[in-house]
């Protein structure tokens, strides 16, 4: 089971970086965290003809490189869907005034708890699965094909 959450922030010539950090030692989610980043968008108040440069900077794969390049009057959104999983990563505004827009998904992944009693309820219809995978396991039966003759009707071609 996952608990999902919305991830959203600015980005200004003010405040031109902002860091998501993965919960490494939480409890709670102990098979892992991951952000995945949906859309980009350009402000309304943004610059005619300034080119704004989104660049993210991951700390597990050390890696820097631009995810959106976006400018009024030409290109105001980019939906780049990329997902940053168990590392802590940083978005900067490297170019431009903004406001840049980012927003996506925080993805926690829960331990899933099962109840013991329910497992051995199914150990009991042991013979039901035996017939089932028996049947799974049969080869699957040919299909007739259906071609058109000259005149617009269907002709059954039996496999040989």
Not at 101 to 126: P, R
């Amino acid at each position: 089971m996952s608990e999902e959450s919305f991830y959203g922030v600015t980005l200004t010539a003010e405040n031109n970086a902002v860091s998501w950090d993965v919960l490494s030692n939480d409890e709670d989610y102990p098979r892992g965290q991951k952000l995945i980043i949906r859309q980009v968008l350009l402000g309304a108040e943004a610059k005619e003809d300034e080119f704004n440069v989104v660049e993210v900077h991951t700390v597990k794969d050390n890696l820097k490189i631009p995810i959106a390049v976006l400018k009024a009057g030409e290109t105001r959104a980019c939906n780049p869907d990329i997902e940053f999983y168990e590392t802590a990563v940083t978005f900067k505004l490297i170019k431009g005034n903004g406001p840049v827009y980012i927003h996506g998904q925080n993805i926690k992944d829960e331990v899933e708890v099962v109840d013991m009693e329910d497992e051995e309820t199914d150990d009991d219809d042991d013979g039901e699965d035996e017939e089932d995978e028996a049947h799974a396991q049969a080869p699957p039966k040919k299909k007739l094909k259906m071609e058109n003759n000259a005149d617009g009707k269907n002709i059954k071609n039996k496999k040989k």
